[in-house]
């Protein structure tokens, strides 16, 4: 399966709650969501099966999660680009500081900021040279 890359770098491909909806396994959505739920239950609720579903940023069923706590994805709608290695204002705080416990997503953004910089012999990524059209129609809460 090809690379699908989200606002924040990671890839949907590995992720365990991606992988559990492309296989319609309800018993490992169950387990992912008890692991997710572990921790901090100020900062993430309970999480459910149904929450952890996910098609990826941008398919058509989003985790809870993604849809009503992820400030990235939020940001990354609201600017309307493809990820965040295509915002004028990469590495914003926000970004910067998930980063900072996800290497590989940052060596991912990394990659195609610099890859896009050299390609188009530009520092500013102009919206036009997004995904503007197809992010526009994102759903972005719940």
Known sequence: ???IIAYCGLDCVKCEAFLAT???DRAELERVAQKWSEGDTHTHPKLTAEDVTCDG???KRISKYARSYC???ACGIDKK???CAYCDEYK????????QNTPTAAEKLDTIRRSWVQFTNA???SVEQTLLPYV???PRWV
């Open 22 to 24: 492309q296989k319609n």
């Open 57 to 59: 940023c941008f398919g």
């Open 71 to 73: 400030a990235i994805r």
């Open 1 to 3: 399966m090809d690379e």
């Open 92 to 99: 914003c705080e926000k970004i910067a500081k998930f980063l």
């Open 123 to 125: 520092s500013v990524i």
């Open 136 to 138: 526009s129609r994102l």
């Open 81 to 83: 680009v493809k990820n």
